[in-house]
């Protein structure tokens, strides 16, 4: 290989590897446009109002989420996902308690909320903001605005502290959603221990606490906590009953998949950000080494003479 080949094709590697770095890696590792998972959460000692009984129930609860990405509507900015939930009643039997849906689109690079694609909570058209489903890559420690599904607004999850989860290193963060008025309907007096006749109109209101580990290279979580708290409150601001009161966890089988989906992330942005860029570099500077070294040796005809 001649010297000039030798130090062109160092020089190349040398030049390739921050771009790889810093912004090829970037553009490649992406949320993905065909997502598909279900993760499951229980509830221990859950409260409900239900609808069947026209009373409070106590219950252990199975909570199904499923992810779908809406691959039609992605590009290569965005992805967009489709969540269903599904709540069971496991102490009394009862299937499909509570079905909510929700469709929203994000940056793919990002995670942050992209208005589009009819992005809504229960078929209602909402205005998305902050993280959605995932952090950016390299998150820090620092405060992010995450959008909130009950309440249809996003609000600060703090960086708290660093933990691990099954071995893996995580970041862990906290939001307190504020007390939100989410719902208004009718109810029957009777149910709600007051004196009045007939239906009475009251506000469901939410507020809650939800703890997210997240993988910090990928910004993936991969543990969350939810602490719910819902409430039935009539015009006058009394509190007549609870409509849903509970803190889900993502069960232990939930978490193990979504730590090993977060570690073969995390070797990936690792592998493009760090292991080939260096690579490149040494082999780079080798060559260039090499080609300035086969420049300065004699040639044979000068040898010869």
Known sequence: MSTLVLIGVGAFFIALAPLLKFWAAGKIIAAPANQFGITRLEAKGAQYFSKQDLKVLTADLDIIVTTRGDVKDATSERVVWDEATVVN?????????????????????TGVGVNCCGVNVGKAPVTLEG?????????????????????????????VREDTVNGLPVYVFEQDAPPTKT????????????????????????????????????????????QRHEVLKTADGVERSPAFVATAKMTEATVADLVK?????????????????????????????????????????????
């Open 131 to 159: 993280q959605i489903y995932l952090f950016p890559f390299g998150v820090e420690k620092k405060t992010y605005k995450v959008f909130n599904s009950s309440a249809e607004k996003a609000f600060d999850a703090r960086f």
């Open 261 to 305: 989906t977060a570690e073969a992330g995390k070797s990936q942005v690792t592998l493009l950000r760090t292991v080939i860029p260096l690579v490149l570099l040494v082999v780079g500077v080798a060559l260039v080494l090499a080609g300035v070294l086969l420049g300065r040796r004699p040639s044979s005809a000068t040898t010869s003479s």
């Open 183 to 226: 719902q208004t309907l009718t109810a029957p007096a009777s149910v709600l221990n007051m004196t009045v006749k007939g239906d009475v109109q009251v506000d469901r209101w939410y507020d809650g606490k939800t703890t997210f580990w997240v993988e910090p290279t990928t910004g993936a979580p991969v543990k969350q906590e939810q």
């Open 89 to 109: 009643d496991v102490t009394n039997k009862r299937p499909q308690i509570d079905l909510s849906d929700r469709r929203s689109a994000f940056d793919r690079y």
